[in-house]
């Protein structure tokens, strides 16, 4: 199925490092919504974004939703060791609601 | 406000058996949408249900099929069961059927030997 491109696929980092990840797509998007996910759990929301340009910060996390309407990038500062999972990008292309996940980015971070 | 909650958590099945799936929304919610997740992959969007019907379907066979009731709690059936079915099943809630924020459950853990 289709998936969005994310990148890096995993990241080993060190406490207080801070972090960026990004989501692209062929598609252009109107709705970019950012997920964590930890072991055994299902995908928890983090932030949405609803406007091309618009920058939202929820605590230490930070996303953009891209000018192209194809990209969004994920910030996260000063990482602590409970910031472990796997970050998901999740949209539904323009004109439809089918969500689409991308492939996820690991974090590891080590104390 | 309660979440969304999926049952069973676990359950493993053999190959050409059928399994049932539920599903119940977040308060509030009227929309349910089904996602399979293979390990290591993200999300893959299976169905959506709205107003107990189906609204939308991903790239699934027939053999996934599913139901919503008229209190929005949903069902996920898949029969005659093959090997590659093995994957955490997601259900999702949101307000409408529109582009909405997706509110997950925890999964049900689906294993076919």
């Known amino acids: 199925g289709q998936q969005l491109n994310q990148s890096p696929q995993s990241m080993f980092i060190q406490e207080g490092e801070d972090v960026s990840m990004n989501c692209t797509s062929s598609?252009?998007?109107?709705?970019w919504l950012w997920y964590k996910q930890e072991p055994g759990e299902g995908p928890v929301l983090l932030i949405a974004?609803?406007?091309?340009?618009e920058l939202t910060s929820n605590g230490r996390l930070t996303a953009q939703f891209g000018i192209t309407r194809k990209d969004s990038f994920l910030n996260i500062s000063a990482s602590i060791p409970s910031d472990v999972g796997i970050y998901f990008c999740?949209?539904?292309?323009?004109?439809?609601?089918?969500?689409?996940f991308g492939t996820g980015t690991r974090l590891k971070v080590l104390a | 406000e309660t979440g969304v909650t999926q049952s069973p958590t676990h359950l493993i099945k053999t190959r050409g058996q059928q399994v049932t799936l539920r599903c119940s929304s977040q308060?509030?919610?009227?929309?349910v949408s089904w996602y399979q997740q293979a390990l290591g992959q993200g999300p893959q969007f299976i169905f959506q249900y709205y107003r107990e019907e189906e609204n939308g379907r991903g790239n699934f066979p027939p053999r996934f099929s599913g139901l919503q009731f008229p209190n929005y709690s949903s069902e996920l059936n898949v029969n005659a069961l093959e090997l590659d079915d093995s994957a955490l099943y997601l259900c999702a809630s949101s307000p409408s059927s529109g582009a909405n924020v997706l509110t997950f459950g925890a999964g049900s853990r689906l294993t076919v030997l």
């Open positions: 308060s509030g919610h009227n929309t």
């Open positions: 598609s252009i998007f109107n709705t």
């Open positions: 999740a949209g539904p292309p323009s004109g439809t609601y089918k969500y689409i």
């Open positions: 974004l609803y406007k091309a340009g």
